[in-house]
């Protein structure tokens, strides 16, 4: 399973990184608005996981940008620590909210759940 990892806090990305990896996901990690359209024009990802600010766009614009270009986005997972993100998702239609800080065990089990429900496992 593979699944995109936008968040620009290098930190933050490559951690991201090394857990789904130990969890045998196939991590790929962008930082921008710009890397994320350039690899969905080439690859799809079984899930997104999506920083809600980045220092180029929000994780609105790429949303529907996204689906301007492609008519769909991939499953998407939301990741914020602004605590009005759940209202700033409303747009983003079928989008999970989490709040920064999360839990690993609680991301993995948000991840699976969701690639269960959408038959990607």
């Known amino acids: ?48 996981l999506l920083d809600l600010n980045l220092q180029d766009t929000s ?13 769909r986005v991939p499953p998407t997972v939301v990741l914020s620590a602004v605590q009005s993100g759940a209202l700033s998702i409303r747009k983003m239609t079928g989008a999970i909210f989490m709040s920064k800080p999360y839990g690993i065990e609680e991301l ?3 991840i ?6 959408r038959g990607a496992a």
Do not use: C
């Open 59 to 71: 994780g609105q614009e790429i949303y529907a940008n996204i689906m301007a270009e492609f008519g």
């Open 112 to 117: 699976e759940k969701n690639l269960k429900t």
């Open 1 to 48: 399973m593979s699944i995109l990892v936008v968040e620009d806090d290098a930190s933050i990305r490559e951690t991201l990184g090394m857990v789904l990896e130990a969890y045998h996901y196939d991590a790929v990690l962008v930082d921008s608005g710009e890397k994320v359209m350039a690899y969905l024009r080439t690859d799809w990802p079984d899930l997104m």
């Open 108 to 110: 993995v089990e948000v």
